[in-house]
């Protein structure tokens, strides 16, 4: 993967998020794909500068640093001096061997799974081909990268009391980002955490606050490839311990907007899921992806990474040794080709978001948190009964001032308003046990 680069780095960036599903020997094997990537030659980027903008790096830059800094899938990023202001940035370039082979990529994904479908029929994944040719252009410019960056962090702007940085964006050609400056360490360096104070646990709740916040959020632009590379944690001294972090956003090149109406009833979903209420959770999985009642025990794994007996009863209980091997032996008895036709029946909007869940959950479970799942799952329900009583709320036609629209509208305040004392109380709770130097393992 690592050799024919690109798309199919980016697939092996994927897997290795599903430490939930995959073998571990997997998972660790693909890691280092998010951040260690293929170079392209300083040559090669300087000729690729001179063919799209007509200029030279030394009239826009006083330096530029020939060794990046870091390599992805598509791209790698120089450290540079702007020559305007002196200003040190961040420069994004593309792989320029993109432009000649990402065409054949494509062509290539499109016939492998084309021919993979036509011998083995129950293996179609020609939806994964289909939604590449979506993606891949869309990443591919970073000029559109540029405005997505920019519109979440307008976004976000108005979110004070998230700890999220984006980085600035100064200009954008199609190949080439010019970004601020922002740097941190990876979420998953256990050792920087823990030697500056930082609270794994409190980065956890961070992380699924913002997420939550893309996916639960009014208009709010989902961020469809949050791996470990794609996210920094750093130090903030005007706050306290242990909050005492800021977490770090690059690389917004795939977004997506999901429609108002999926955001709902993903929202009803999960909390259903939440209150093991399996009538509603059947109800609400056709809403979202026409899901019928004989696929929704799959469906209903594939959202919660969790196998479907712990879905009946608890999706808040901690992940143990026991119910991953049960995934693993159920996937090697004929559940992963089942889950593969699924997974081209859902709308794609769907499949992104899933990717976005696998890849959250990935990184909450490579921070090791004492808490177990239970706060995260109370920060999706806190996000989801916000996305349900907005719902509620739109839906009373008329003044407060008559009786029954009074009544629903108390009645979607106070059950929004029940879930967020929730999770207050239990945030109290572990806020009483860490001034007390007491461990809160409930994992």
């Known amino acids: 993967m690592e050799k024919n680069g690109s798309i199919f780095i980016k697939l092996g960036q994927h897997l290795s998020s599903l430490n939930y ?113 979506i993606s891949l252009p869309q990443e591919l410019d970073f000029r559109q990268e540029g405005r997505n960056a920019l519109r979440a962090k307008a976004y976000f702007a108005k979110h004070t009391s998230l700890p999220l940085v984006i980085p600035d964006v100064y200009w954008a050609q199609r190949r080439i980002l010019v970004m601020e400056y922002v740097t941190g360490h990876r979420p998953d360096d256990l050792d920087f955490l823990d030697s500056n104070g930082i609270d794994r646990d409190e980065v956890s709740a961070a992380l699924s606050r913002i997420f939550n916040e893309m996916i639960f959020g009014a208009d709010a632009p989902l961020h469809c490839d949050p791996h470990g590379g794609n996210l920094a944690i750093r130090i903030n001294p005007k706050k306290r311990k242990p909050r005492n972090f800021d977490v770090i956003l690059y690389d917004h090149g795939l977004y997506r907007d999901i429609p108002l109406d999926i955001r709902r009833a993903y929202a009803h979903l999960w909390l259903a899921v939440l209150d093991t209420d399996e009538d509603r959770m059947r109800k609400y999985a056709y809403q979202v992806a026409g899901i019928k009642d004989d696929e929704f025990p799959l469906f209903a794994s594939a959202i919660t990474g969790r196998d479907y007996t712990v879905v009946k009863s608890s999706v808040v209980k901690g992940r143990n040794t026991s119910e991953k091997q049960a995934i693993s032996d159920a996937l090697g008895d004929g559940l992963l080709e089942q889950l593969v036709q699924l997974l081209g029946k859902v709308p794609r909007v769907i499949l992104l978001i899933l990717k976005t869940n696998d890849l959250t959950r990935s990184l909450d479970e490579n921070l090791h948190t004492s808490q177990g799942p239970i706060r995260t799952f109370l920060i999706l329900a806190r996000y989801a009964s916000r996305a349900v009583y907005e719902e509620s709320v739109e839906a009373i036609h008329g003044s407060l001032l008559w009786p029954g629209n009074a009544l629903s509208y108390f009645k979607a305040l106070l059950s929004y308003g029940g879930v967020v004392g929730k999770l207050r109380v239990y945030e109290v709770y572990l806020s009483a046990r860490r001034r007390l130097g007491l461990k809160t393992d409930l994992a």
């Open 21 to 133: 599903l995959l073998p571990s020997e997997w998972c660790d094997t693909f890691i280092p794909l998010q951040d260690k990537c293929p170079v392209s030659a300083f040559s090669s980027i300087e000729a690729m500068v001179f063919k799209d903008t007509g200029k030279k790096l030394d009239d826009y830059f006083e330096t530029f640093e020939r060794s990046p800094i870091g390599a992805a899938s598509l791209a790698q990023v120089h450290i540079a001096t702007l020559k305007s202001t002196g200003e040190k940035v961040a420069v994004k370039v593309q792989h320029p061997a993109l432009d000649e082979w990402s065409k054949l990529d494509l062509a290539l994904t499109r016939f492998s799974f084309a021919t993979l479908k036509r011998f083995f029929p129950e293996y179609d994944l020609t939806w994964l081909s289909e939604e590449m040719e």
